[in-house]
C-alpha cells in the first residue's frame, strides 16, 4: 500500500505518544538545557509583562513532554522579576499535550505555579486557548502530520511511503494556490516537507493571541532555500524524515510556515535558534551533543573537558569555531504591537 506521509505519522504518532513505554531514550531535545527558556523568559518580561492588564496573564506550552522546557521558563521568569510580583500570582499556565508523561520532580516542581492540564490533540483546533499572551512549543511541530511533496518540470507531486516510512512512489499533487507558489520556489527533485498541521495550529493558535502576544515555535527544520540546496537531492532527500523509536518525525519547513503566516498577515521572524539564546544571553555558546542537547557557555565546555571527550569532543576544536551546527530554528508569530527584533 502506499500513503501520504500525513496518514503514516498521524498513525504512526498517536500510537507511540499515547504508549505507556519510556520514549525519552529514543531521542534527545534541549530537555536538559534550560538556556532557550531562559532566553525566552527575558523576552517575556521585556516584551509581555509591560503589556499585561492586571487581569489573567494566560500561557500555554503546546507538547509538554517531560516538563523541564516548562518549569525551566517559569522558574526563569520567577527568578527575573522576583517572587513577590503580583504577575506570578496571576499567571496561568496551561500545559497541553496528547498524552502527559511529565517526570515525577519536575511534576512536584511545577506545583509552586498555578500550571493547569489539558490532555488533547493539538490539531483539533485551538477554540480552547482564553486569550494567550504568549504560546510556546518546543519540538512538537516535527510530529505534526505533514505531506512531501516534489517537483520537476513536468509539474508537482505528492511523494508517497509504505507503511515503515519509505518512499514507494508518486501522484500529481492536489494543491492549493499558496502551496503551489511555494513549490515552484522550491528546487527540483528535493523531496520538500509541507507542514500542513502545524501551519493550521500556528493559523489558529495566533488568532487567539492577545494583541502585542506572541507564539514561539522551535523545532528541527530549515528557514532557507540554501539550506536546501548545500545538500545533495539524494541526502536532502533520506534526511527529512528522523524515525526514533519506530516513530517517524519531519522537518518543519520554516519557509512554509512564514509565507503562510505572512498570507495571513501576520508578523514573524525566524532564526537559527542557537543565535536566538546567544542575543538574549549576550553571550557565545556552542552547540554539543551529549547525553542530551546542549547550548554551552567556553566556561561550560571547560568544566565539562572530559565529559565532552567521552561522546568524541576536543576542547580545543570545538573552542576554534569549527563547532557542530545544529539545525534547530526559533520562529516567532504576532499579530501587531509586539517588539519586532527577536
Ligand atoms: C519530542 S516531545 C517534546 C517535549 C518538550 N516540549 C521538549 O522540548 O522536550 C513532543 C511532545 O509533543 C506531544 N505531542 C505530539 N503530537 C501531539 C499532538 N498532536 N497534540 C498534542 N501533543 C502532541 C508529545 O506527547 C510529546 O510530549
Redesign the pocket.
Known sequence: MRYPFNAIQKRI?DRY?RSRRDIYSD?K???DCPKLPYAQAIDFVRHILPLWDGGELNIYDL????GT?SLNFLDAVGQIIGPAHPALKSLNYFI????FRIAPDVESALRHFNVHRIER???RGAGFMRKPYYVRS???YD??PAKVMVRDESGIYEVLFDERAAVCGFRRARIDAHTRQHMQLMPPGYHIPINTACAENMLAAASRLRPGGYFDISDYGFSGIDEITMLTQEEFNSSIIRTYGGQPTIDVNFIYLMGKARAARLDCECLPQKAYVERALSQKLYYVELEQLYYMTRRELEENERRLRRFGYELSLLLSGIEEVDDYKHMRVWRSRCHRNI
Request: contains cysteine.
Open positions: 504518532n505518544y531521542f531535545t534541549f530537555v507538547g509538554v513532554g517531560k522546557y497541553c499535550d496528547i498524552s490533540d493539538i490539531t518546543s519540538e512538537m510530529d505534526l
